[in-house]
């Protein structure tokens, strides 16, 4: 069956300035949401507001994406840290919980930002998305990347160069993958996995549609998003 969205080329992804903070008008604060936003044909950019948890509370970044949703932003990116940039920043509230939250308040597409293999084993991962896809049919998208060492220290372990922190998110996309498919998982790398099985699969996922697609040099596919963080090449060309 065909996904409610499919996000396209690349939506805008802003890391948000160290220390800054969102300001929202009180006429889009209050600005009441008229239906559906409308769908994209996939050959035009999907304009998507980014909801820094580092930014602002849960409770204000939720009354946030509710007033871009107002204001017509077509989706909501969100950001997965333990710790802000920066201690001027002040917030860092936990991703996935708000998530639940934010998409039951809204009716745009949403996507996380987050980092399997340290601070998140991908079996946990699997699991979140599987119920945010299943609560939320065609509307969830993740980005996974290999991570930040500000977020992933509190583990205790060696953080790892990134050429090992590359093939780790490889290794969780595979993971991964094969969870949402339904299949029990035993894997032993530089991630252990041990007779993992997700048991609540969303019906519209199945197979190779469940969104996640092959890795790249920061960041994975997905549904046509690709997060990287050495951006210059990419904005060169455009």
């Known amino acids: ?43 035009v950019v999907t304009v998507a507001f980014h909801a820094s948890h580092e930014q602002l509370s849960p409770s204000e970044l939720l009354e946030a994406a509710i007033a871009a949703e107002s204001a ?16 001027r920043q002040g917030h860092s509230g936990h991703a996935w919980s708000w998530l639940g939250a934010a998409m039951q308040a809204t009716s745009v597409p949403f996507g996380v930002v987050t ?51 590359d093939r780790r998110l490889l290794e969780c ?18 991630v252990t996995v041990d007779r993992a099985r997700v048991w609540s699969l969303p019906s519209r996922m199945s197979g190779e549609r469940h969104g996640l697609g092959r890795g790249c040099r920061d960041a994975v596919v997905v549904r046509g998003l690709v997060q990287v963080k050495s951006a210059v090449g990419l904005v060169g060309r455009f």
């Open 72 to 87: 017509g932003f077509q989706g909501v990116t969100a950001s997965d840290h333990l710790a802000p940039w920066s201690k």
């Open 1 to 43: 069956p065909p996904v409610t969205y499919d996000p396209v080329a690349n939506p805008l992804y802003d890391t948000e300035k160290r220390g800054a903070h969102l300001r929202i008008p009180n006429r889009i604060r209050s600005a009441p949401i008229s239906g559906s936003p409308p769908r994209v044909p996939h050959h």
């Open 115 to 165: 980092a399997p293999g340290q601070r998140y084993h991908p079996a946990i991962i699997a699991q979140a998305i599987s119920t945010l896809a299943d609560l939320f049919p065609g509307r969830f998208w993740p980005v996974l990347g290999s991570g930040e060492a500000l977020n992933e220290h509190v583990t205790g372990e060696r953080w790892p160069d990134k050429d090992i922190r």
């Open 173 to 190: 996309v595979h993971v991964i993958r094969a969870l949402l498919r339904g299949e029990e998982v035993t894997h032993h790398g530089l």
